[in-house]
């Protein structure tokens, strides 16, 4: 069975969808994508997965660096996956860029684009952390304005659009 809740966070509502023990899924409201794969879920605010990420997600948005410590299930291709697992090895307050994670799994950038952009759980595997060639603020299914708040949050300015965060 698949399960859904929604919070409050400073960009506005997120959706989470849970297997009832893991994150499957955390969107933003209106975000590229928002909730696929989540079909008639059962509303439960009381599990104890979405009591977590509500924790976790408390401490992100005050600037603590929560370890991601939760427990996820993203679904997704092989490659999706493994993807997203090196984006889950980016620290906070860190970046990369698409080129830099193709050539760490012989890939090409396009299809690691590809890949970052069907992210089913956003912030949780930090894609916002992925930059384009040069620094420069590129893509993000949430919007760059968030991309932008994220990266600023975690101590990165990114105040122009393709000019490199610093």
Same mark, same amino acid.
């Given at each position: 069975?698949?399960?859904? /809740?929604?919070?409050?966070?400073?960009?506005? #509502?997120? /959706?989470? +969808?849970?297997?009832?023990?893991?994150?499957?899924?955390?969107? *933003?409201?209106?975000?590229?994508?928002?909730?696929?794969?989540?079909?008639?879920?059962?509303?439960?605010?009381? !599990?104890?997965?979405?009591?977590? &990420?509500?924790?976790? !997600?408390?401490?992100?948005?005050?600037?603590? &660096? #929560?370890?991601?410590?939760?427990?996820?299930? #993203?679904?997704? /291709?092989?490659?999706?996956?493994?993807?997203?697992?090196? !984006?889950?090895?980016? #620290?906070?307050?860190?970046?990369?860029?698409?080129?830099?994670?193709?050539? +760490?799994?012989?890939?090409?950038?396009?299809?690691?684009? &590809?890949?970052?952009?069907?992210?089913?759980?956003?912030?949780?595997?930090?894609?916002?952390?992925?930059?384009? /060639?040069?620094?420069?603020?590129?893509?993000?299914?949430?919007?760059?304005?968030?991309?932008? *708040?994220?990266? &600023?949050?975690?101590?990165?300015?990114?105040?122009?659009?393709?000019?490199?965060?610093?």
């Amino acid at each position: 069975m698949r399960y859904a /809740t929604q919070l409050s966070t400073p960009l506005g #509502p997120v /959706t989470l +969808a849970s297997d009832g023990e893991r994150i499957t899924g955390l969107w *933003f409201e209106g975000q590229k994508y928002f909730a696929a794969g989540l079909r008639d879920p059962a509303w439960n605010d009381a !599990l104890p997965v979405f009591a977590r &990420a509500a924790g976790w !997600l408390e401490r992100y948005f005050r600037g603590e &660096a #929560p370890a991601m410590d939760l427990p996820i299930a #993203p679904g997704g /291709t092989p490659f999706q996956r493994a993807v997203w697992a090196r !984006l889950c090895a980016i #620290p906070y307050g860190q970046i990369t860029t698409y080129g830099d994670i193709a050539r +760490a799994m012989g890939a090409g950038a396009r299809a690691v684009g &590809a890949a970052v952009s069907r992210n089913p759980i956003s912030l949780l595997i930090p894609c916002h952390r992925v930059v384009g /060639t040069g620094g420069g603020l590129t893509g993000y299914a949430g919007g760059l304005d968030k991309k932008r *708040f994220l990266l &600023a949050l975690e101590g990165r300015n990114c105040a122009i659009d393709n000019a490199p965060c610093v």
